[in-house]
């Protein structure tokens, strides 16, 4: 690491200030010390209102992204716009030479992915990332050290779920028109997790190492959101994925969490097992009144996950300024969001779904 490389910030856009757009803008601003946010742009009155509000008045404020590409000094851009327009703004970002960071999912349609990943690979001397922010959690990443170890002997299942708190504003279900469905939205954080953590993608255990997944298999039931049927979404969903490797997982994905935001995951081994997160509590604090003992639950995947979003921003500077990979390049995304694909097939026609030759699910 050169002295350079420490002294220097690297400058910083973001792209999108809808709800993840503003915390990381935030985030950058106050926990990414080796960042400065010079830029952030939205198409939204309101949003560009938000920004001159809340943000230090050094930061410049575009109505575009094309004019932000063109006119900042900003090196890297974080692309946190709807998800609809990620793999767009993403290619644009890389053929303007920029270090890229993509929220998830890089697109709801894997044929919008693709050419993201290409686009990415042809630039090696750009950091390309996708946002995988339990990629970048003190929990997980030491169970990951832990199973690299050897702690665990030869890992071969893991058990993930992700149960979202309720809302009932109406907030979610406009949200759920675009979101792809709960297993490319939601599930692909624990799909990401699960390809990690049991070392599906690595060549050595594959006799193509183009083809990492077998099958996949989906279920799925609306118990608070039964508008979710017309969209062919769920609201509860359980999925296994059955990997080349030897190892298999399953997933269990809930929009209907009552008590609050609750993430969960084990990891089976030859030598034991690591339980992730079992219980969600928001603090160590016990609280003890008229109703009785208890403690308190994250409310929302922000609370939850709050330091692994700052590390993800830390990280991505690092890997500019040092010169180091990425740790989720765009690829891992492709790999989690054609499992997502084949999921959602699965839930919708009642079949399994099998992956072919080339690693790509075969739907039928």
Aim: with cysteine.
């Amino acid at each position: 690491m050169s002295t350079n490389s420490v002294d220097r910030k690297v400058k910083v856009a973001v792209l999108g200030l809808g709800r993840m757009g503003k915390r990381h803008s935030r985030n950058f601003v106050n926990f990414a010390p080796r960042a400065e946010l010079v830029a952030v742009a939205d198409v939204k009155q309101e949003e560009i209102q938000w920004a001159r509000e809340n943000l230090p008045s050094s930061i410049k404020v575009y109505t575009s992204s094309e004019e932000l590409l063109k006119d900042s000094d900003a090196e890297a851009v974080l692309v946190s716009t709807d998800t609809a327009f990620h793999a767009d703004l993403a290619i644009k970002c890389i053929e303007a030479g920029k270090h890229t960071l993509i929220e998830k999912p890089i697109s709801i349609d894997v044929n919008y992915t693709k050419p993201v990943v290409a686009a990415a690979e042809k630039r090696p001397d750009l950091k390309v990332m996708v946002a995988f922010s339990r990629r970048f959690d003190a929990s997980y990443q030491e169970a990951a050290r832990r199973i690299q170890n050897g702690q665990l002997g030869k890992t071969n299942l893991l058990k993930s779920c992700t149960n979202d708190l309720y809302d009932p504003t109406g907030y979610f279900l406009g949200y759920a028109k675009n979101s792809g469905g709960i297993f490319i939205d939601c599930g692909i954080h624990d799909i990401d997790i699960g390809r990690w953590l049991l070392d599906v993608g690595n060549p050595k255990n594959l006799k193509n190492a183009a083809k990492q997944v077998a099958k996949v298999y989906a279920t799925g039931q609306n118990t608070l959101y039964p508008e979710l049927a017309e969209m062919q979404d769920c609201d509860n969903a359980l999925g296994i994925i059955e990997f080349e490797n030897g190892s298999q997982m399953n997933i269990h994905l809930s929009r209907t969490s009552i008590h609050g935001h609750d993430v969960v995951c084990e990891v089976f081994g030859t030598k034991g097992k690591f339980v992730i997160n079992a219980i969600p509590n928001l603090s160590r604090v016990e609280i003890r009144d008229e109703g009785g003992v208890r403690q308190e639950t994250h409310p929302s995947y922000y609370e939850r996950f709050f330091e692994a979003f700052k590390t993800e921003l830390q990280t991505f500077s690092d890997c500019i300024l040092d010169d180091t990979p990425v740790p989720t390049p765009p690829r891992d995304g492709l790999e989690a969001a054609q499992i997502a694909i084949a999921l959602t097939h699965s839930f919708r026609t009642g079949k399994p779904v099998f992956f072919g030759s080339d690693g790509e699910p075969i739907l039928e």
